[in-house]
């Protein structure tokens, strides 16, 4: 693996060489489009400059030959027709003016009465006719199946009186050849002229005989006849790509209409530049292998050294040596700073792992940790003294051999329906446990408390985390602290029992100590008001004053129910919580009932607030119980840590409930 590693690192680092010559591939390569586009237009527009002189010299010959023509057809033996004297003019004329290869005249049948040279061939005599019917110059072309091609010209002249009488014509060989090859044309170059037909007129070199042939469908032709000039690239007649530029002799458009165009191959055009090209492609490689060859030995003594250390460190540090370190010298570049960085953490996780054996060696808790499978990878020492051996011999054992729990017996590997620690891997959530067992190696069971917390790696459970505790003592000592409560519970019901029979016989019945849910319910509910406030506690006392008159008592009645009432709404309302104040009716009492929420009369101290006068467990109470037996007719209380209900009844006729047995005992009392 660490091959395998320092292996792709030294390729990660020749791919980053590579990365950074493909800009300059990228460069080259667009330079080299940049310049061949730049090379094409510059060639395109010299052939065109080129078409445009050969179009233009060979216009201007035009007009010297219409110029010279009209000033033949002048001469007064031409206009007679005097064939002597007119053949001995032209001929003289002729030599004066060499370039042309035959001067004559004809008349208006067509019958050449004066030449200077060969009989004019049919095909002039197309050019003589547009003459006299246009009455104009007419130019033609005649071609000579080989390097030139033949430039005819006619010019009507008029007979003394003025009227047409015949043509004066002349034939001008136009040396295509001198002008081709004075431009100095790179090898392949070809000059093609066609007329508007599409018939080709002139190509030089001609190799191919296409000469005379109609070649209208042609890309090169159908460009050279789309527009009067312009500059392209195309296929040529012989296949060859070429960029062309081609221009129309203007002079001749009056007729057939000549197009001249001159082209370069296009391979001799882009050759310089694609051997420049393959040059700097060579040169690019070169520099790119050297770099690369730099980076592969550079790259092993500069940082390669360097990573293997820390590899070889890193997978020390992997299998559980945490004295790893790389041994590297430290210096202010990067790598120096990331081994100072790791041998900086390998002795931070020593000092960790030396923390975390300390925590789990003095913990008193039992803590052991099982993975995915749930075998033990972790025991810490408290585990192994519960579990009864030693942390080595539980380390690789499963979990079921423990058992947490004891309606759990499963003895295989797998998930078993009731173990907690499986329960964590399928839910994904911890459970506990403050009173369960644990099965120890020898197969005995012992009390235990437990948490189970589910490992969490990257959002995915990898195991489990058991926590537990013995608790046995504590249970032994829950025992006793059990059996010492049952016994006070008993006492102090004993001694409730005392004071409620003591109490309710020195009070001749008129105060019964009781049980919340032994207060009777009896008469009609008339009230029921909330007793938070002052402002509460003077609303009850209020209404009670209008219902008791309403019921039949006396003002004094009344004066004593509404003290006594407000003793208990003031206690209810200064010294508890959700206080509340009822009423209630039967034909012969008037009651009234104050219930709280406070936290009650002990039973040590329920002699003294009631038979003690000025007594009171608050500071606020002074003679409340006292009064209020002196006031009503019967008081039922019952008070504990829920809270304080007192009721207080007022009869309507109070001698007929006493009870002359009881009256008789208190007396002897």
Same mark, same amino acid.
């Given at each position: 693996?660490?091959?395998?590693?320092?292996?792709?690192?030294?390729? %990660?680092?020749?791919?980053?060489?590579?990365?950074?010559?493909?800009?300059?591939?990228?460069?080259?390569?667009?330079?080299?489009?940049?310049?061949?586009?730049?090379?094409?237009?510059?060639?395109?527009?010299?052939?065109?400059?080129?078409?445009?002189?050969? #179009?233009?010299?060979?216009?201007?010959?035009?007009?010297?030959?219409?110029? !010279?023509?009209?000033?033949?057809?002048?001469?007064?033996?031409? %206009?007679? %027709?005097?064939?002597?004297?007119?053949?001995?003019?032209?001929?003289?004329?002729?030599?004066?003016?060499?370039?042309?290869?035959?001067?004559?005249?004809?008349?208006?049948?067509?019958?050449?009465?004066?030449?200077?040279?060969?009989?004019?061939?049919?095909?002039?005599?197309?050019?003589?006719?547009?003459?006299?019917?246009?009455?104009?110059?007419?130019?033609?072309?005649?071609?000579?199946?080989?390097?030139?091609?033949?430039?005819?010209?006619?010019?009507?002249?008029?007979?003394?009186?003025?009227?047409? #009488?015949?043509?004066?014509?002349? $034939?001008?060989?136009?040396?295509?050849?001198?002008?081709?090859?004075?431009?100095?044309?790179?090898?392949?170059?070809?000059?093609?002229?066609?007329?508007?037909?599409?018939?080709?007129?002139?190509?030089?070199?001609?190799?191919?005989? !296409?000469?005379?042939?109609?070649?209208?469908?042609?890309?090169?032709?159908?460009?050279?006849?789309?527009?009067?000039?312009?500059?392209?690239?195309?296929?040529?007649?012989?296949?060859? $790509?070429?960029?062309?530029?081609?221009?129309?002799?203007?002079?001749?458009?009056?007729?057939?209409?000549?197009?001249?165009?001159?082209?370069?191959?296009?391979?001799?055009?882009?050759?310089?530049?694609?051997?420049? !090209?393959?040059?700097?492609?060579?040169?690019?490689?070169?520099?790119?292998?050297?770099?690369?060859?730099?980076?592969?030995?550079?790259?092993?003594?500069?940082?390669?050294?360097?990573?293997?250390?820390?590899?070889?460190?890193?997978?020390?540090?992997?299998?559980?040596?945490?004295?790893?370190?790389?041994?590297?010298?430290?210096?202010?570049?990067?790598?120096?700073?990331?081994?100072?960085?790791?041998?900086?953490?390998?002795?931070?996780?020593?000092?960790?792992?030396?923390?975390?054996?300390?925590?789990?060696?003095?913990?008193?808790?039992?803590?052991?940790?099982?993975?995915?499978?749930?075998?033990?990878?972790?025991?810490?020492?408290?585990?192994?003294?519960?579990?009864?051996?030693?942390?080595?011999?539980?380390?690789?054992?499963?979990?079921?051999?423990?058992?947490?729990?004891?309606?759990?017996?499963?003895?295989?590997?797998?998930?078993?329906?009731?173990?907690?620690?499986?329960?964590?891997?399928?839910?994904?959530?911890?459970?506990?446990?403050?009173?369960?067992?644990?099965?120890?190696?020898?197969?005995?069971?012992?009390?235990?408390?437990?948490?189970?917390?589910?490992?969490?790696?990257?959002?995915?459970?990898?195991?489990?985390?058991?926590?537990?505790?013995?608790?046995?003592?504590?249970?032994?000592?829950?025992?006793?602290?059990?059996?010492?409560?049952?016994?006070?519970?008993?006492?102090?019901?004993?001694?409730?029992?005392?004071?409620?029979?003591?109490?309710?016989?020195?009070?001749?019945?008129?105060?019964?100590?009781?049980?919340?849910?032994?207060?009777?319910?009896?008469?009609?509910?008339?009230?029921?008001?909330?007793?938070? $406030?002052?402002?509460?506690?003077?609303?009850?006392?209020?209404?009670?004053?209008?219902?008791?008159?309403?019921?039949?008592?006396?003002?004094?009645?009344?004066?004593?129910?509404?003290?006594?009432?407000?003793?208990?709404?003031?206690? #209810?309302?200064?010294?508890?919580?959700?206080?509340?104040?009822?009423?209630?009716?039967?034909?012969? %009492? !008037?009651?009234?009932?104050?219930?709280?929420?406070?936290?009650?009369?002990?039973?040590?101290?329920?002699?003294?607030?009631?038979?003690?006068?000025?007594?009171?467990?608050?500071?606020?109470?002074?003679?409340?119980?006292?009064?209020?037996?002196?006031?009503?007719?019967?008081?039922?209380?019952?008070?504990?840590?829920?809270?304080?209900?007192?009721?207080?009844?007022?009869?309507?006729?109070?001698?007929?409930?006493?009870?002359?047995?009881?009256?008789?005992?208190?007396?002897?009392?």
């Amino acid at each position: 693996m660490r091959v395998t590693g320092i292996s792709s690192l030294r390729l %990660r680092t020749l791919a980053l060489v590579l990365l950074a010559v493909v800009p300059a591939l990228i460069l080259a390569v667009s330079t080299a489009r940049e310049q061949r586009e730049m090379e094409s237009r510059r060639v395109r527009e010299d052939m065109l400059r080129i078409a445009r002189l050969v #179009a233009s010299d060979s216009d201007g010959t035009v007009d010297a030959a219409r110029q !010279f023509l009209a000033a033949v057809a002048q001469i007064p033996e031409i %206009r007679k %027709r005097d064939s002597l004297k007119a053949e001995t003019i032209l001929t003289d004329l002729r030599e004066k003016n060499g370039f042309y290869e035959e001067i004559g005249a004809t008349d208006l049948e067509g019958r050449v009465f004066a030449n200077t040279g060969l009989p004019p061939p049919d095909s002039m005599r197309d050019d003589w006719r547009r003459a006299i019917q246009t009455r104009r110059f007419a130019v033609g072309y005649t071609t000579g199946g080989g390097r030139d091609t033949a430039l005819n010209f006619a010019v009507p002249f008029h007979d003394e009186k003025g009227a047409v #009488a015949g043509v004066v014509f002349a $034939t001008l060989k136009l040396d295509w050849r001198r002008e081709f090859v004075r431009w100095e044309l790179p090898p392949g170059s070809m000059m093609t002229v066609v007329d508007r037909s599409g018939r080709v007129v002139l190509r030089y070199p001609e190799s191919e005989g !296409f000469t005379g042939q109609a070649l209208r469908n042609e890309p090169i032709v159908r460009e050279m006849l789309r527009r009067p000039e312009g500059a392209v690239e195309a296929v040529g007649l012989d296949k060859v $790509t070429r960029l062309y530029g081609f221009s129309t002799l203007r002079g001749a458009l009056e007729s057939n209409g000549l197009v001249v165009g001159v082209g370069v191959p296009r391979k001799a055009v882009f050759q310089p530049l694609e051997v420049a !090209f393959r040059r700097n492609l060579l040169l690019l490689a070169v520099v790119a292998l050297l770099a690369m060859l730099a980076a592969w030995i550079g790259g092993d003594w500069f940082f390669l050294r360097q990573v293997r250390a820390m590899v070889t460190a890193s997978e020390r540090l992997s299998e559980g040596d945490l004295s790893s370190r790389t041994g590297l010298h430290y210096g202010n570049d990067e790598l120096s700073q990331l081994a100072r960085s790791f041998d900086e953490m390998g002795a931070s996780l020593e000092h960790l792992s030396g923390h975390y054996e300390l925590i789990l060696r003095s913990v008193g808790d039992g803590i052991y940790v099982v993975n995915r499978e749930g075998y033990m990878s972790v025991v810490n020492p408290a585990a192994a003294r519960i579990l009864g051996c030693g942390p080595l011999a539980l380390i690789g054992a499963h979990h079921h051999e423990i058992g947490i729990g004891e309606r759990f017996s499963y003895a295989g590997t797998g998930p078993a329906e009731g173990c907690p620690i499986c329960q964590v891997s399928q839910s994904q959530e911890g459970s506990r446990s403050d009173a369960d067992t644990i099965k120890r190696r020898d197969g005995a069971s012992v009390p235990v408390e437990y948490i189970v917390t589910p490992a969490v790696e990257r959002g995915e459970v990898v195991g489990a985390v058991i926590t537990f505790r013995d608790i046995s003592e504590r249970l032994n000592a829950q025992k006793e602290i059990d059996r010492a409560h049952e016994e006070i519970v008993s006492v102090l019901a004993e001694k409730r029992r005392f004071y409620r029979d003591v109490i309710k016989s020195v009070t001749r019945d008129r105060l019964r100590l009781v049980e919340r849910d032994e207060i009777p319910n009896e008469g009609e509910q008339v009230l029921d008001l909330p007793l938070n $406030t002052a402002v509460d506690d003077r609303n009850l006392r209020h209404k009670l004053v209008g219902m008791a008159e309403e019921y039949g008592f006396s003002h004094d009645v009344v004066g004593h129910l509404v003290l006594a009432a407000g003793e208990a709404s003031t206690n #209810a309302v200064k010294h508890a919580t959700d206080g509340r104040g009822q009423v209630f009716l039967t034909k012969d %009492r !008037f009651i009234v009932r104050i219930s709280d929420k406070g936290h009650g009369i002990p039973a040590d101290d329920l002699p003294r607030p009631l038979f003690q006068p000025g007594f009171s467990t608050k500071v606020s109470l002074g003679m409340g119980y006292t009064l209020m037996l002196e006031l009503v007719d019967r008081v039922w209380l019952a008070t504990g840590v829920e809270g304080t209900t007192v009721q207080l009844e007022k009869w309507l006729h109070p001698e007929e409930h006493e009870d002359p047995i009881l009256k008789e005992a208190f007396e002897r009392f």
